[in-house]
Structure formats: structure tokens, C-alpha cells
């Protein structure tokens, strides 16, 4: 497993790698504790179960918990057996305990219960036991909730915090979540107007983020933009002229808030200024190279999502390199090898090899 860095939060990725190590039972050892994954709200603390599955395979069944939705009757049942006159438990079919596979368990929003759900909920992280039932060895069980300062209702106990790991998540900075937007269908559009709004991930836990309009903040109401708001964004965004351009932004408003939705729009209507990609690889040395450091930003994504060749990736570096400043040259590099697709490309081309050992500092 590669080494974990973090400081004061750990990323999702990192988050993923470090659960199973914590939580995961073995045989004749006791020594498993339940992290807790705390971030403020839309950050991708619901997607961990996801990334757990691309991770460990079909060795698990994945099940999730949307803890405060769910009655004493979704988890276990205590019902009269007339044979033996005792009472018996039934355990609730959403943790399919039947078929003997390990589970990886994810328990959403479980500082939100209420007490009596919070009994049983606590010994399924404690203990490994859903009512009277143990879960198989090697399975896995995490939660997550919201930080106490968010405002949003979590409730934990001293002697619950004592008993469990509290994993302070971060938000993705924005190379973070373009690599995850490119992967997940997420316009060129999108994706450059993130980069070059990197504050819209900032957290209103970092400091100076009293005047940032765009995210959320406690001590504000309304609508915010998120990691998980700003992918909300896409169908809107790749659809804006069947929609039209005014509802579009009522319907940005409506997922970002007003501030970041009116960003958005302007970021967009200058799409219609770009010079195509194709043209580009045409004649690199020879288009005019626009002025607007938003409008060469967007081009790159647009490339990163375009360019199919090594010829073609090569005649594009000639016009990044007619660019006057490295810094924004490394945006396209950083795209380039946050592409599954494009870092196969990258990684053997001669052009972009030169490139990073002239300007490995900028990366």
C-alpha cells in the first residue's frame, strides 16, 4: 500500500486506503475501530463506498446505510417463536447476512439518528453485531457525518466519539476534481471554469473565506457550490443552448447559488470566442493566441478531451509553448497526466518529456 501524507484532513483517497486497514475484523484479534468520515456537506463522503468497491472487488457485499431515514424495524425485529416460546430476532434483509460474504458497511449521516437508533447503530460499530447477529470476520464498517460546525444537526456523544476514529475529510482542490470530472463525463467547460476559480473548493474552515460567495458557510443561508453541486451542474451546462441561456442560469442559481451560477454563465458565453482544437493542431505557430488567461485555460481542457494522436498532441505543445507563462502551460500537463486516456499518450511523447524537465518546478 502506498504511504499516506496528510496533515490535518485526509483526502478521499486517502480515506479509502486507510479504512480497511482500520476497520476490517480478523480472526481472534480485537483490535478494529470505526472511522468516522467528517467534512462539511457535498465533498464525496458518500462516494467512498463506490472507490471501496473499485478497490476491493466482489470479495464484499457493499451496503449503504442512510442512517436517518431508517426505523428500528429496517435493522432487527424481535418476534415471538411459538415453538419455543422465546422471543427471537430477525435482522433486517438490507444486510443480507445469509450469504456468508464479508460486508463493507457504510453508515451515511449516522451522527443524525435518534438515541434509540443510535443503540443499535453503536454496537454495529463497536461490536461487528447487527441486533443479535455477528457479521462475518473480515468485514468492514465506517460512517460518516458532518463537522460539528457546519450546523446541520450532527450529534455525537463523548462516549461515542471515544469509542471511534474521527477522520477529518478534505475538500478536492481543483486539479482533484477536474481529474474525477474527466473521468465521470464532466464538460471541458465546467472543468476549465473550476480551474480557473480555484476558491470555488475552498472550505470556510481554511480562513479568509468571509467574503467567498460562492461556498458553503454557516453562518449563511442559501444555496453553494460544491464538489458534489458542480457536477449537478453538468446537464445544465452541456445543454445550455436547447434550455436558453436566461433559464439556464435561473437553473445554475437553482443548484450553485446566484453568485457562482452568474460566474458560470460568463465563463461560458466566452466559449463562443475559442478557436477550435482542430484549427489549432492545424496551424499552432500560426493562430492568433488569445489574450484572455480564462479563454487559453478553457482551450487546454477542450484539447485534453480532443487530441487522439501523438502527432496531434505534439502540434498542440507548439501552441502551449507560444504561451508566456509556464504556470499556465502546466495547467495542460496537469490534465494531460490526470487523464486516463491521455497519460498513456503523455507519458511517450517526446514534446511533453522536454517540456517537464524545463519546467519541472512548476509542477
Not at 72 to 95: R, V
Request: aromatic residues 8%; negative net charge; charged residues 25%.
Amino acid at each position: 500500500m502506498a504511504k499516506i501524507n496528510f496533515a490535518d484532513a485526509v483526502s478521499i483517497e486517502q480515506a479509502a486506503s486507510i479504512i480497511p486497514v482500520l476497520s476490517a475484523t480478523h480472526e481472534g484479534e480485537d483490535g478494529h475501530i470505526t472511522p468516522i468520515l467528517l467534512s462539511e456537506p457535498g465533498v464525496g463522503k458518500t462516494s467512498t463506498l463506490k472507490l471501496m468497491k473499485q478497490r476491493l472487488g466482489d470479495e464484499y457485499d457493499y451496503i449503504y446505510v442512510d442512517c436517518p431515514s431508517k426505523d428500528y424495524m429496517d435493522i432487527a425485529a424481535t418476534i415471538p417463536n411459538h415453538e419455543t416460546k422465546a422471543l427471537e430476532q430477525y435482522i433486517g434483509s438490507l444486510f443480507n447476512l445469509d450469504n456468508g460474504r464479508k460486508k463493507c458497511i457504510m453508515l451515511d449521516e449516522v451522527f443524525k439518528v435518534p438515541k434509540l437508533m443510535g443503540v443499535l447503530f453503536t454496537r454495529l460499530m463497536l461490536e461487528r453485531m447487527v441486533g443479535d447477529r455477528e457479521l462475518p470476520i473480515g468485514s468492514i464498517v465506517y460512517g460518516t457525518s458532518n463537522n460539528g460546525s457546519d450546523g446541520v444537526g450532527d450529534n455525537m456523544q463523548a462516549h461515542q466519539s471515544d469509542r471511534v476514529c474521527l477522520l477529518p475529510m478534505s475538500k478536492p482542490d481543483w486539479r482533484q476534481w477536474c481529474k474525477w470530472a474527466a473521468e465521470n463525463g464532466v464538460s471541458a467547460t465546467l472543468r476549465a471554469f473550476v480551474a480557473m476559480n480555484p476558491r470555488i473548493l475552498a472550505s470556510y474552515r481554511d480562513g479568509g473565506q468571509d467574503n467567498n460567495e460562492f461556498i458553503f458557510n454557516p453562518s449563511r443561508s442559501g444555496k453553494f457550490a460544491s464538489p458534489r453541486t458542480l457536477f449537478k451542474c453538468n446537464r445544465t451546462v452541456m445543454n445550455r443552448d436547447t434550455i436558453g441561456s436566461g433559464a439556464a442560469e435561473v437553473i445554475l442559481a437553482g443548484i450553485i447559488g446566484l453568485p457562482a451560477a452568474k460566474a458560470l454563465s460568463v465563463f461560458i458565453d466566452m466559449e463562443k470566442q475559442l478557436i477550435p482544437v482542430k484549427d489549432i493542431i492545424a496551424n499552432p505557430e500560426g493562430v492568433t493566441m488569445p489574450e484572455d488567461v480564462a479563454a487559453l485555460c478553457m482551450i487546454m481542457f477542450n484539447a485534453t478531451d480532443d487530441i487522439q494522436t501523438q502527432d496531434e498532441l505534439s502540434s498542440f505543445m507548439k501552441f502551449v509553448k507560444r504561451m508566456n507563462q509556464s504556470e499556465l502551460q502546466s495547467i495542460f500537463f496537469t490534465m494531460l497526466m490526470g487523464n486516463k486516456r491521455t497519460v498513456k499518450l503523455a507519458s511517450s511523447n517526446d514534446d511533453i518529456k522536454a517540456w517537464t524537465k524545463d519546467n519541472y518546478k512548476y509542477l
